[in-house]
């Protein structure tokens, strides 16, 4: 079956696309763009418009903050017994799990991802977080404290803390997890009493506004999750700049991060920033060559190569360098290319036009600075927005390839002579994401590991994450954390107490 063919059997299999035209999801209820207009959203697979979203403006934004805002304010959600927000948080978990066929081949639709990593990481891991989340809704706590205040003689003190809601949480989330990484957001807020406007990707809008139906079946008041969607200049935008926001979570580009920074600044609102990566894979001479280059592979490979962490600087001590460059560019080139409906497959296509053209301009740029290409960097299929898995060697430090996210199936492959030398080339980057050390002596590993300027380690693995692992990174890879019990307190407000008895 051809990739059209594979898309319009997936569609017409999914009642909810059955509609192709969608509006926001404002105070548990369609709502259309006060515009009119609509942005389509299309396959990457075969370059087919399968929906139109609504291409929202600041006045869809404002009465998604109002709806928020009331929730919060004088609604029943931050009021509730933990305890009853744990159970409707596992009731949307719930949710998730019984429609994980339907949303999965709607992330694959709108991503161009592999449908079972859509179902097995997207879906069901997203189910999983927010269940884990859910778990949290009865454990914040605050701490009791002993004082020393001195005034006025004789008296005596009692303090403590608690946590309290930051209270309304604008989310903007990316195209390449964006089921998974709007749960990040959305669970953990929801867990610690917030309301949340969510706004995702332009591109990848689907999926979100299926979670607004699914949170309404599971019974979240209304106004406790409203999704906006629309082009990031004008909603995601009005969305970071508005006063009615109190906390701003957003996972994307570095230079979109800086803006809503400052944004949230100018009002002192809270943030949280995930800004991607160059993340260095290290593998030292007592490694095993090739279990290190089937997992530098996949390192760079997975999901095409479109992830935050993804191990696009692999450095290799030389008595292995040949080898690991074999083994790697061995497996690109054994990697299927196709639909990610096509269980065979093993690469999907880049999310979109822009983006393909923009990674296929690095791999030109990398031509031109001077380094080896070994084996893909070119399209493939004459269809989609499909770029063959590429490996470059002869790749030094200034290029464009090294230091700038490329967010594509491109690794650059470099020796080195000593660990010193390791660290050096991996810590030369903005970013500090990701990184992992591949060898068989953890003597060896725990001297790396800590020399490394990552918010993340990985040793012998990449990629690998789990809701109770915090997540964020160093240098301008961002601010703050996600998952894990270190995400509550991006959350959260801590109130001290003290009292005169």
Known sequence: ???????????????????????????????????????????????????????????????????????????????????????????????????????????????????????????????????????????????????????????????????????????????????????????????????????????????????????QEAGLPDGVLNIVTGAGAEAGAALAAHPGIDKITFTGSVGVGRAIGHAAVERMARFTLELGGKSPLIVLDDADPDFAAHGAAQGIFFNQGQVCTAGSRVYVQKRLFERVVAGIAAAAEAMKIGSGFDPNTQIGPLVSKRHFERVLGHVDAAKEEGATLVTGGTRALDGGYFVKPTVFVDAAPAMRIVREEVFGPVVTVTPFDTVDDAVRLANDTDFGLAASVWSQNLSHVHRVVPRLKAGIVWVNTHNMLDPNLPFGGFKQSGYGRELGRAALEQFTELKSVCIAH
């Open 1 to 215: 079956m051809n990739l059209a063919a594979l898309s319009t059997q997936h569609q017409r299999q999914s009642g909810f696309l059955a509609r192709r035209q969608f509006g926001n999801w404002i105070d548990g209820r369609a709502a259309e763009p006060r515009s009119g207009c609509y942005l389509p959203v299309v396959d990457p697979a075969t370059e087919m418009t399968i929906a139109e979203v609504a291409a929202s403006d600041a006045r869809d934004v404002d009465a998604a903050v109002a709806a928020a805002r009331r929730a919060f304010d004088s609604g029943d959600w931050p009021r509730m017994r933990p305890a009853s927000r744990e159970k409707l948080l596992h009731q949307l978990a719930e949710r998730l799990e019984r429609y994980a066929d339907e949303l999965a081949a709607l992330e694959t639709l709108e991503t161009g991802k592999l449908i079972g990593v859509a179902r097995a990481i997207d879906v069901l891991g997203g189910a999983e977080y927010v269940r884990y989340m859910a778990g949290w809704a009865t454990k914040l706590e605050g701490s009791t404290l002993d004082t020393s205040i001195a005034a006025p003689a004789g008296a005596e003190y009692f303090a403590y803390t608690r946590r309290e809601a930051v209270g309304v949480v604008g989310a903007i989330v990316p195209w390449n997890f964006p089921l998974a990484i709007a749960l990040w957001k959305v669970a953990t807020a929801l867990a610690c009493g917030c309301t949340v406007v969510l706004k995702p990707s332009e591109e990848t809008p689907l999926t979100a506004l299926r979670l607004g139906e699914l949170a």
